[in-house]
């Protein structure tokens, strides 16, 4: 089965954060990536550029409106992503409890609907 891990984080940590600390951050993501596919668990993953950079897209009425930034206001963003493929949700609830950013915000753990 495939799951979501959603990756939550309070975008200014990353901007306060020394080079020095963001350089051992990624270091530590590329070892869990590497980690994760040498398993056979990861299928795909990306970071995300800051809300700043978001659009929200709304249709109402057949009319298409469009907002800068996400929808709602909240202290942690959505930062990133891994799809990984878990035998269930016990396997994926240990996947993201490694994910190095669940220490500083959270991992949200979704299972993927697959269509026929």
Do not use: C, W
Not at 29 to 53: E, R, V
């Amino acid at each position: 089965m495939q799951y979501l891990l959603l990756i939550y984080r309070n975008e200014n940590y990353m901007t306060d954060m020394s080079a020095a600390d963001r350089q051992k951050l990624m270091g530590e993501y590329g070892a869990y990536t590497q980690s994760i596919i040498q398993s056979g668990h990861f299928k795909a993953g990306d970071g995300l550029q800051p809300t700043t950079t978001a659009t929200t897209v709304r249709v109402r009425d057949g009319k298409t409106m469009t907002t800068d930034g996400p929808f709602a206001e909240t202290r942690e963003q959505l930062g990133g992503y891994y799809l990984v493929e878990a035998k269930d949700l016990d396997e994926a609830v240990a996947l993201a409890a490694r994910v190095p950013e669940a220490k500083r915000g959270s991992i949200e753990v979704r299972p993927v609907m697959i269509y026929n």
